[in-house]
């Protein structure tokens, strides 16, 4: 029973600091797919005096990406319900034209208003409507969501790695014997820590084991019944072989900085 307390004290906050890089892969695929459905959902308006190409568009401003004309007649079509013919002319002509200007990608406040001055500009354009309360809106939200998801990522992270080093000393007390032996005989303090780091990497391929099978189940079996549609809709997003790579990766590297922490100062218990 110590034996496998003393291990899953080293694989639990292993498998915290895990869950939350994982969390945060998904998260971070999820945003960029919730961040390009905003980009494509987000169009300027723009009022010219004359007819304009996406190129004349562009050479205002890089960041545009797209541009599409609304039809004066479907303004027309809106405005000249029961008038004659001669007035629906004169309305034709008076028309300035209308565009949806798209952007490249779900940009910050500053670079939209940027984006406004560029073309306002041009002596082609009279007008552009950037529909600026409805996007600062999203836009704030969204930044303020990641932020905090962010941080508590963090915060979990450091604590768990402080647990990890914590458990290392432990390992290094139970075997301090066994060390200092090998110390007298003229054993690397390297080769000494051989017993941590085979512990520690023998718990850390468990750790991605167990947080790869939380995962899977997630997505192969939890997302599918969920009825959470957000979740359901962006299943292929919850795992991947590549995420697999990056956890265990990602424990080695955690690993060995929790051996160098204990082995290579003075924390813990002397040698």
Not at 133 to 162: D, E, H, P, Q
Not at 198 to 209: N, P, R, S
Request: hydrophobic share 50%.
């Amino acid at each position: 029973m110590k034996f496998i307390k003393n291990h899953l004290m080293f694989i639990l906050p292993l498998m915290a600091i895990l869950l939350g890089i994982e969390f945060f892969l998904v998260f971070d695929r999820v945003t960029k797919s919730y961040e390009k459905s905003l980009t494509e959902g987000y169009t300027m308006l723009v009022v010219t005096k004359k007819p304009m190409k996406l190129e004349e568009f562009k050479a205002l401003n890089s960041r545009i990406a797209t541009s599409s004309e609304i039809t004066q007649k479907m303004i027309v079509d809106k405005m000249a319900k029961g008038m004659s013919k001669n007035s629906i002319k004169k309305i034709f002509h008076s028309l300035p034209y209308f565009y949806n200007v798209g952007l490249d990608s779900y940009l910050e406040i500053s670079v939209i208003e940027n984006i406004k001055i560029d073309l306002e500009e041009s002596p082609k354009i009279q007008r552009v409507e950037t529909f600026g309360n409805s996007y600062t809106a999203s836009y704030k939200l969204f930044t303020f969501i990641k932020l905090i998801f962010n941080i508590f990522i963090a915060f979990m992270g450091v604590v768990s790695l402080f647990l990890i080093i914590k458990q290392m000393e432990i390992w290094k007390y139970a075997h301090k014997e066994r060390m200092q032996v090998m110390e007298i005989f003229g054993a690397s303090r390297l080769f000494r820590s051989k017993v941590l780091y085979k512990m520690a990497l023998a718990d850390a391929f468990l750790a991605t084991l167990f947080v790869s099978g939380i995962f899977s189940f997630i997505k192969w079996n939890w997302a599918i019944n969920s009825g959470i549609e957000i979740i359901s809709s962006h299943q292929e997003f919850l795992f991947t072989t590549d995420d697999m790579i990056i956890l265990f990766l990602s424990s080695l590297v955690i690993v060995f900085i929790a051996v160098y922490v204990v082995v290579f100062s003075n924390r813990g218990v002397p040698e």
